[in-house]
């Protein structure tokens, strides 16, 4: 969870009451968030005028509440949970002028980052500690909810210093010139990469759009750049505490948390407006996409909570009206339904996009009734009683029955390198089996495992060292390409052995075969005669010539089960050279079948 360093005696102050440590502790607890520290008693550092650092309240946020992700947010809602404040009205107020300021965006903007958003605050107000406030809710909001810029990228600028219309284009990074924040050098933006390449704050974003044909860039009508997200904003327009109308545009590649995050910046700091909050919405021109629409949109969304659910999931007996209370304290506006007594209209606030369900709704009520205050009952009233997956309950019987027959089981990680799991068992990539990583960061990890055999043997190599016979076992996941499914692959739960020692142990793993396929109730099939023709269920082994194992010393294993005949895996002893390639002196034999089979 995200830690908020607020200044102590600012935060008493905007809530109107002092509070020992203790008491704001327990205030906090009741509100869902929590105190992680007070450093009124601790070590502060004293800058160069030797001023004290002042007192600061660091505060565990929920990760949900992005909106409380500054001091803004975090007084506004105490102090609604509190009763002290009323909900807050946010506004859409066109200028003066009627005209509203529009961002045009090209088509091009498609192949780097194909959506804008913005809005205006007008008339603002700027303490310094508000300006510092303001700044960090857009660091917090970057490393938070836009993912490091990849998702959203956010733009502040004076809009005393630039003129509409905005465009929003994507441009070949020779083409752009312009003077980044706090430089006058004015530079290309191919020179503006590397200039920031050893840059430690700027550095770890330039990856972002570095690769592509075109870079994105926001101009005003004199083609003024505004900024070049997600990189850095142009220094002509840069805010201070004394920027009285400020232009927010943000860019990203996910529509709906750029949205998310138009929403809290103007929410959070629209209360500095000369109208608390009150903003100037700017019209988006996208009609290549049909995005054309009016940014930001704070009309709240409007949801229905039952209430009988509520009160089954607390515990609780309220009413629909105490209920309505109760989710006021949680900067909800909610009503009983006309429509259905069993039902609450609830608006929810444009900063709550976390709300998705009415088991949310419930959670607040939850909060703003007290955790402490709900009826206790015994556990009895609302227990499940859980069970393993059927494929789990399959892989523990079986690890079971290997251990118990003298194996030691292993557990190496599902990623291998493409040669061990093909070259190294002389087996061949048809480009269709394998599911690869995209971005592999060591050889060692290029592909999920098709096999169980390569973490078998390499655990035997690294264990060499140790007297022989070695026998070891896995019973875990593989994985396949399946064009056919929506995720485009499929696991396969496997059990593999491995026996490694001076003789070849064929025989020992054929019985770690039967005795695990006994356990499993499953017959071995013999060909005796008279039953040549007679399709009966069970297991058998015909031998097979595959360049994984010494010829004449491999089969694979057959099943039959309701009269269909399937091939679930293989046993043998290992060639030579796949031995050679793991690194292993004496001679070594596998076993390996899919147990979904028996499901």
């Not at 192949?111 to 500690?129: C, D, H, M, W």
């Not at 700027?202 to 690769?211: E, N, S």
């Not at 194996?407 to 089996?433: Q, V, Y």
């Amino acid at each position: 969870m995200p830690t908020i360093s607020v200044d102590k005696a600012e935060l008493y102050k905007e809530l109107g009451q002092e509070y020992t440590t203790e008491e704001f502790e327990e205030l906090c607890f009741e509100f869902g968030i929590e105190l992680d520290e007070d450093t009124s008693n601790s070590e502060r550092p004293i800058d160069a005028n030797g001023k004290q650092e002042p007192a600061q309240l660091k505060i565990e946020i929920p990760a949900n509440r992005y909106d409380m992700l500054c001091f803004e947010g975090i007084a506004l809602m105490l102090n609604i949970f509190r009763g002290k404040t009323p909900l807050p009205n946010y506004k859409l107020v066109p200028p003066k002028n009627g005209k509203l300021e529009t961002i045009t965006v090209h088509a091009d903007t498609t192949k780097v980052r194909p959506y804008v958003s913005g809005a205006i605050l007008r008339n603002i107000a700027f303490t310094q500690e508000s300006y510092d406030s303001f700044i960090s809710l857009q660091d917090k909001l970057h490393q938070n909810l836009a993912r490091q810029r990849t998702l959203v990228a956010i733009g502040t600028h004076d809009l005393d210093t630039i003129k509409g219309p905005f465009t929003y284009e994507a441009l070949p990074p020779k083409d752009i010139k312009f003077a980044p924040l706090n430089q006058t050098k004015e530079m290309d933006a191919a020179e503006l990469m590397e200039f920031y390449d050893s840059d430690k704050h700027l550095g770890k974003y330039l990856h972002i759009i570095r690769d592509k044909p075109v870079y994105p860039v926001i101009y005003d009508s004199q083609r003024i750049v505004c900024s070049m997200p997600p990189i850095i904003n142009g220094d002509h327009s840069k805010i201070s505490v004394k920027t009285k109308n400020i232009f927010i545009e943000m860019t990203g590649t996910d529509r709906t948390k750029l949205e998310i995050v138009n929403n809290i910046m103007v929410a959070m700091f629209s209360q500095y407006c000369a109208e608390p909050f009150t903003i100037e919405p700017v019209q988006i021109i996208s009609e290549h996409n049909g995005e054309t629409r009016q940014t930001p949109d704070i009309n709240p969304r409007n949801m229905e909570a039952e209430v009988d659910y509520i009160n089954r999931c607390c515990g609780l007996s309220e009413s629909p009206e105490r209920i309505c209370e109760l989710l006021t304290k949680m900067c909800y506006s909610a009503k009983p339904s006309s429509k259905d007594k069993n039902l609450i209209e609830v608006s929810v606030p444009p900063t709550r996009a976390d709300i998705l369900h009415q088991c949310d709704i419930m959670e607040d009520v939850a909060i703003a009734y007290g955790f402490n205050n709900l009826p206790r009952s015994s556990p009895s009233k609302s227990s499940t009683i859980g069970q393993p997956l059927l494929i789990n309950k399959l892989g523990d019987i079986v690890r079971l029955e290997a251990a118990m027959a003298g194996w030691s089981e292993t557990m190496p990680l599902i990623l291998c390198s493409h040669d061990e799991n093909f070259a190294w068992l002389n087996r061949k990539d048809d480009g269709k089996t394998a599911v690869r990583l995209a971005n592999p960061k060591t050889a060692e990890y290029q592909i999920v495992r098709t096999s169980l055999l390569p973490g078998l043997l390499k655990t035997i190599r690294e264990n060499k060292k140790h007297s022989v016979p070695i026998k070891v076992f896995e019973v875990s996941d593989v994985a396949f390409k399946d064009l056919s499914l929506e995720r485009k692959s499929r696991n396969e739960r496997h059990f593999a052995a491995a026996f490694y020692g001076k003789s070849s142990g064929f025989e020992i793993v054929h019985g770690l075969l039967d005795r695990v396929l006994l356990m499993l109730k499953t017959a071995f099939l013999t060909r005796e005669e008279g039953l040549e023709d007679v399709e009966l269920d069970g297991y058998w082994i015909e031998e097979i010539d595959e360049p994984t194992y010494l010829p004449g010393r491999a089969a694979a294993i057959y099943l039959r089960l309701a009269g269909k005949k399937i091939r679930i895996g293989e046993l043998g002893v290992l060639h030579p050279s796949v031995l050679k390639q793991f690194e292993l002196p004496f001679v070594c034999s596998t076993l390996e079948l899919n147990l979904e089979a028996f499901l």
